[in-house]
């Protein structure tokens, strides 16, 4: 009986594959004739030209001093702008305000003596009075103005290529409230 439904089957299978499907090969073939395959032409190549490269007269931006200022003092002599500070200066002057940077200091209070307006500033545990023209701060900070509620500076700071430049900053009253916070 098995070999009954074997041959009954392969007979089927025969049967199916014979002429059924004529209609899509001729489908196939007629709608793949005009088919082929559309690959663009390649680019023409044109000859390499080398470009001369003169890089003696340009600057070169590997630097470190263009990166970031090599010293202070060598940047001092010669070089700088017209903003340039006076670093032996800074020495002599030897001020306490000038050790620390602007951020740490505090304007604490206001005094007005001979009509000349003192300003007071803290830092750390340390308490100094400054007047028009002192300089406090790491960037050569001089005080320009004095008022009851802020203390006016014009700062000399320097850019990664060397040159000074002037920068307006303010040290603003600190109330007791405001260091509470």
Same mark, same amino acid.
């Given at each position: 009986?098995?070999?009954?439904?074997? $041959?009954?089957?392969?007979?089927?299978?025969?049967?199916?594959?014979?002429?059924?499907?004529?209609?899509?090969?001729? *489908?196939?073939?007629?709608?793949?004739?005009?088919?082929?395959?559309?690959? +663009?032409?390649?680019?023409?190549?044109? +000859?390499?030209?080398?470009?001369?490269?003169?890089?003696?007269?340009?600057?070169?931006?590997?630097?470190?001093? /263009?990166?970031?200022?090599?010293? /202070?003092? /060598?940047?001092?002599?010669?070089?700088? &702008?017209?903003?340039?500070?006076?670093?032996?200066?800074?020495?002599?002057?030897?001020?306490?305000?000038?050790?620390?940077?602007?951020?740490?200091?505090?304007?604490? &209070?206001?005094?007005?003596?001979?009509?000349?307006?003192?300003?007071?500033?803290?830092?750390?545990?340390?308490?100094?009075?400054? /007047?028009? &023209?002192?300089?406090? &701060?790491?960037?050569?900070?001089?005080?320009?103005?004095?008022?009851?509620?802020?203390?006016?500076?014009?700062?000399?700071?320097?850019?990664? $290529?060397?040159? *000074?430049?002037?920068?307006?900053?303010?040290?603003?009253?600190?109330?007791?409230?405001?260091?509470?916070?």
């Amino acid at each position: 009986m098995k070999r009954v439904i074997v $041959a009954v089957a392969c007979g089927a299978l025969v049967a199916c594959s014979s002429g059924d499907h004529e209609d899509v090969r001729r *489908w196939m073939e007629d709608n793949s004739k005009d088919l082929r395959g559309n690959i +663009p032409k390649l680019p023409e190549v044109l +000859p390499y030209e080398p470009v001369p490269y003169d890089a003696e007269s340009l600057l070169d931006p590997f630097k470190p001093n /263009k990166i970031e200022p090599e010293s /202070k003092y /060598k940047q001092a002599a010669g070089k700088g &702008g017209a903003f340039q500070p006076d670093f032996e200066a800074r020495e002599l002057r030897n001020s306490l305000l000038e050790k620390y940077p602007i951020e740490s200091l505090k304007m604490i &209070g206001y005094m007005n003596v001979n009509n000349r307006p003192l300003a007071v500033i803290q830092v750390d545990d340390k308490v100094k009075q400054i /007047k028009v &023209g002192d300089y406090i &701060g790491l960037d050569f900070g001089m005080v320009t103005k004095i008022s009851d509620k802020e203390v006016e500076l014009r700062e000399l700071i320097q850019d990664s $290529a060397g040159d *000074w430049s002037e920068r307006k900053s303010s040290l603003y009253l600190q109330s007791k409230e405001g260091s509470k916070k």
